[in-house]
């Protein structure tokens, strides 16, 4: 279980932090995006990063449950999922409109892809006021990046569920914090499935099973930038760098997730084959924070680009050293229902679902299933 769940926990930060950084923090064009100030760069994280982060807190809330029935005593299995987030049409580009200092380009659309978008990002300007002509003028242009040009986002889970007696599953998710490089993850959570249909007359003898289940679950992971991926300032005489020594080795971003969810679920068996149906609420929320001081280059100011006393005099550009630029949110939340089906053979299982919500999920995995290791029932 150990060496599965690491194997797990690296395919999920691997994913994470690829997709959470390497668009904006691989390329110079952090620095440029940074120009803009923190409200803009905050909106085109935001719009570009978003859907991942709510298909990813989709992906936590699934793969729970396969079955309504509860272990007998000491029963247990052990279940891996891939849980396949399919995100919405409308999360699949961001408007550009309503940013202070950032706008299109002359022919360029009003409209980016995000992450699950498809095509290329347009072009857009930073704006900002000349140090010498005090007038608005486009001071840095790039290329938003591409979308990936699919919806899809797998997020893989594994668990222990045990029965406990009185018709009552516990089930844990489980990677210790581990460091893989110069990146860290660590992921908890917990489930309790109880069959509550036991406890209502006239419904406790009808030939299915009824149960009730909430479930937890956070991860958090973290990457540092070093070497060609931290974001140094730019040398040039035409720069002025109040701090010329400064060493930004404090640059990194923290991503987290939160995500519960409560179901009423209802399966038949039916010899090896058992449908189940579930409807209930889930809450998902997902956090990006790009830590550390990041030097970008921006306009002098015309006061101090023309005083002779000041030590920047006769420079149009300036470092600034932003602390904490970014910090982004995607929120999900509202009913969802799904229906799947499980299938076992002796002690294996073959599960599927299809669960409907905002962001909608396919899920499928394997699992090693010992439904009573005790001879009695509580």
């Given amino acids: 279980m150990t060496t599965l769940y690491k194997s797990i926990s690296k395919v ?9 950084t390497a668009p904006a923090f691989a390329q110079g064009d952090a620095a440029v995006l940074l120009r803009a100030g923190q409200s803009d ?31 007998g005593i000491g029963g247990f299995d052990i279940t891996v999922s891939a849980n396949l987030t399919f995100a919405p049409t409308a999360d699949q580009t961001f408007s550009l409109n309503g940013l202070q200092k950032v706008r299109p380009q002359a022919g360029q659309p009003s409209e980016a892809p995000s992450v699950f978008g498809s095509g290329k990002g347009p072009i857009i300007e930073v704006v900002d006021k000349s140090p010498f002509t005090n007038q608005d003028t486009a001071i840095a242009q790039f290329q938003l990046p591409e979308g990936i040009g699919t919806n899809l986002f797998a997020v893989p889970t594994a668990q222990l569920a045990v029965g406990v007696g009185f018709g009552t599953d516990i089930a844990i998710r489980f990677v210790p914090s581990l460091s893989l490089g110069d990146a860290g993850i660590g992921l908890f959570g917990f489930a309790v499935k109880h069959d509550f249909k036991q406890w209502i007359p006239g419904l406790k003898n009808l030939p299915f099973d009824m149960s009730a289940m909430f479930g937890y679950t956070t991860m958090s992971s973290d990457v540092r930038f070093s070497g060609n991926n931290a974001l140094q300032p730019v040398s040039d005489t035409n720069i002025y760098n ?137």
């Fill in 12 to 20: 999920v930060a691997a994913g994470i932090i690829v997709a959470a």
């Fill in 41 to 71: 760069a905050n909106a085109l994280f935001n719009g570009y990063m978003g859907p991942l982060m709510k298909s990813f807190g989709a992906g936590l809330n699934s793969g729970w449950y396969q079955t309504a029935k509860p272990h």
């Fill in 242 to 378: 109040p701090n010329p020594g400064k060493n930004y080795n404090n640059q990194k971003a923290e991503f987290k997730s939160t995500a519960w969810t409560t179901n009423v679920i209802i399966s038949k068996k039916l010899g090896p084959f058992t449908p189940y149906v579930g409807l209930g609420y889930q809450n998902a929320s997902t956090d990006l924070k790009i830590l550390g001081d990041y030097p970008v280059t921006v306009p002098n100011s015309v006061a101090a680009a023309t005083n002779p006393l000041d030590p920047s005099f006769g420079k149009p550009a300036r470092i600034e050293e932003l602390k904490d630029p970014v910090t982004i949110s995607g929120d999900i939340s509202g009913f969802r229902a799904n229906a799947g089906f499980r299938l076992k053979l002796a002690v294996l299982t073959f599960h599927a679902d299809y669960t409907f919500g905002e962001y909608r999920v396919l899920s499928a995995g394997i699992g090693l299933n010992l439904q009573s290791i005790a001879p009695f029932k509580l």
